[in-house]
Nanobody, 124 residues
Framework: QVRLVESGGGLVQPGGSLRLSCVASGLTFNDTAMGWFRQAPGKDREFVAAVSWNGGATFYADSVKGRFTISRDNAKNMVYLQMSDLGPEDTAVYYC?????????????????WGQGTQVTVSS
């Protein structure tokens, strides 16, 4: 049974930074690409970033390129999202999941199971 637990969200002022964390269990973490997704109020959940199974390749939505960095620690079954230069448009609930996709195909979640997410609110 896949279990995903996100943490690290909060209220931050525009231009600020946050680091999100996710611990995953119930999947072969070391063999699985992982991703971050977010859902803003009234909008569909969208892809934010993904990292390959060994951390050697990363992929980002255009809206976060240059501001967000995804990384992983396979020894701890954890994936991280370092977010900087945050703006109100980044306000959303952030989720992690195993991910599938590539530089030529859209990234999407691997599982229908989601954690509780972590709320990020960017406001002055």
């Amino acid at each position: 049974q896949v279990r995903l637990v996100e943490s690290g969200g909060g209220l931050v002022q525009p231009g600020g930074s946050l680091r999100l964390s996710c611990v995953a269990s119930g999947l072969t973490f070391n063999d699985t690409a992982m991703g971050w997704f977010r859902q803003a109020p009234g909008k569909d959940r969208e892809f934010v970033a993904a990292v390959s199974w060994n951390g050697g390749a990363t992929f980002y939505a255009d809206s976060v390129k240059g501001r967000f960095t995804i990384s992983r620690d396979n020894a701890k079954n954890m994936v991280y999202l370092q977010m900087s230069d945050l703006g109100p448009e980044d306000t959303a609930v952030y989720y992690c999941n195993a991910a599938s996709g590539s530089s030529k195909m859209p990234w999407g979640p691997e599982y229908n199971t989601w954690g509780q997410g972590t709320q990020v609110t960017v406001s002055s």
